[in-house]
């Protein structure tokens, strides 16, 4: 099952307090005070408010926090590049249900409890994106929801509820259009039928390591922590998370024999606290060829444009990131990408080609 991942905040009540207290009468004396002035009471001042302060977020919760928020991000700007780009993905197009969904389960151990506390998680399995543009969100499909049923089989929560969940939907995916799901949504059963989207079958992963760079192993592309704080804009990430589509298109890392290398950095950089001590150099990656970077760059620049982004400040990007982290930076994205005058130099003809093209209102294809 892939899908592709989101994830609602508690209420805080505040206590509020006031003193009531009776009036007193004065009663004035002839002497002291004349009966035509009478006396002004006193009123007691209000107490002030009570107010609880909310208690401070665990550094499980922060860590939580900022993975989901990254999560979020790449996924949103993966999803058009995957939708739109069926035609380029090179026979690696298939049928996805259009969400994610998780349990507590799904969490190690470290971040199940903060799970449970910010987002509700419990031991079913919980809508957490919903990827934009797909059968899923035009089905009404809602972040939030718990997924109950399977064409009317139940889904048993615990553990294994992922994994069920994926043996019930494959032969739905590979041979039907659609599944028929009963989602929970504030307590009460809701029916759906999801149509599926036909999207490129690459799972994007986040990286949880700070260098600046991105890898890929046939199937999946990472993106690391740096590199997402690196690329400024939607703009950037889009070129990166292409460029590293159409390495996978293009069979790269089975040309260059860098799949089972590749498969295991992302292994490790998916977890939540990988060994960086495995990350030194360039972890047995070898630099790409510049006629096959070339040749990706080609095919990305293509599918930014198809998946509706800026191509134009592509080449800028590229060449601040080399100028920045350099080849001599061992653990970054420029070691592994060395070429990057020769890369500029296609991608200028790429942007005028793609540039024609869109004024011809001609299909964008190489």
């Known amino acids: 099952m892939h ?9 805080l009540r505040h206590g509020r307090r006031l003193a009531l207290l009776p009036l007193a009468l004065l009663t004035a004396c002839a002497s002291q005070v004349p009966l035509s002035t009478p006396s002004i ?9 009570v107010v609880t302060a909310p208690p401070a977020p665990t550094p499980q919760q922060v860590m939580l926090r900022d993975i989901v928020a990254q999560q979020d991000r790449l996924y949103r700007v993966a999803a058009p590049l995957l939708v739109n780009n069926t035609e380029l993905c090179k026979g690696n197009a298939r049928n996805l249900l259009g969400f994610t969904a998780k349990s507590k389960y799904s969490f190690s151990d470290e971040l199940s409890e903060a799970a ?23 089905s009404g499909i809602r972040v939030g929801d718990k997924l109950s049923m399977v064409e009317g089989k139940p889904v048993a ?22 599944a028929r799901l ?5 307590g009460a059963p809701v029916q759906i039928t999801v149509p599926f989207t036909r999207a490129c079958a690459y799972s994007i992963e986040l990286g949880n390591a700070d260098n600046v760079s991105a890898y890929n192993d046939g199937r999946r592309v990472l993106i690391t922590r ?3 704080n690196f690329a400024a804009s939607d703009n950037e990430l889009a070129y990166v998370l292409a460029k590293e589509m159409a390495h996978n298109s293009l069979n790269h890392a089975r040309l260059q024999r860098t799949t089972g290398t590749a498969g295991a950095i992302i292994d490790n950089l998916i977890r939540i606290r990988p060994d960086m001590s495995t990350m030194a150099g360039m972890s047995g990656m070898k630099p790409m060829p510049q006629a096959m970077d070339a040749a990706a760059d080609t095919l990305s620049l293509y599918m930014v444009a198809r998946a509706g982004y800026d191509i134009d400040a592509a080449p800028r990007f590229w ?6 982290y350099p080849p001599s930076t061992l653990s970054g994205y420029t070691a592994l990408h060395p070429a990057t005058s020769y890369r500029l130099s296609v991608m ?5 080609d793609v540039k024609g093209k869109q004024a011809r209102r001609q299909p964008l294809l190489p």
Do not use: C, H
């Not at 060449?319 to 920045?324: F, I, K, N, T, V």
């Not at 200028?348 to 005028?352: E, R, S």
């Open 3 to 11: 899908v592709i991942t989101t994830l609602v905040p508690s209420r």
């Open 41 to 49: 009471p006193s009123f007691p001042s209000p107490a002030a408010p």
């Open 116 to 138: 449970q506390q910010l987002y509700g998680m419990d031991d079913r399995l919980q809508v957490m994106g919903v990827l934009a543009g797909s059968g899923a969100a035009r």
């Open 157 to 178: 929560p615990g553990p294994g509820a992922e994994r069920q969940a994926a043996t019930m939907l494959a032969p739905l995916i590979t041979s039907g259009t659609s």
């Open 182 to 186: 009963t989602m929970v949504r504030n």
């Open 226 to 228: 740096g590199m997402m």
């Open 319 to 324: 060449e601040r990131l080399a100028s920045l």
């Open 348 to 352: 200028d003809k790429i942007l005028a």
